[in-house]
């Protein structure tokens, strides 16, 4: 497993260190994994989605609250203004 490892590192360096050149990557994916979690944590609460419509509404609205952190606005006024009909408040 060592030597796996130490093989993709070798082979994808560039990609690796892409941070230390661009300072607009980040130094990890941990943004990616919390809004995945998100989803693992709501299942192994109750267990499963009741229909794939619920799960697609509860990952539409997620993914808009996560949007809106991402852009430092409050989940509760993104909601709020979503509900007033001002849903693209997120992307100003």
């Not at 994916?29 to 697609?56: H, P, W, Y």
């Amino acid at each position: 497993k060592v030597l796996n490892l130490i093989d993709r590192l070798v082979n994808y360096k560039a990609s690796v260190c892409l941070f230390i050149k661009n300072l607009c990557v980040p130094f990890d994916n941990n943004l990616a994994e919390r809004d995945l979690r998100m989803i693992k944590v709501k299942t192994k609460v109750s267990g499963c989605f009741r229909s794939e419509e619920g799960a697609q509404e509860y990952l539409t609205i997620m993914s808009y609250i996560g949007t809106a952190h991402k852009h430092g606005i409050n989940a509760f006024t993104a909601i709020r203004e979503a509900l007033l009909g001002n849903s693209d408040i997120i992307f100003n």
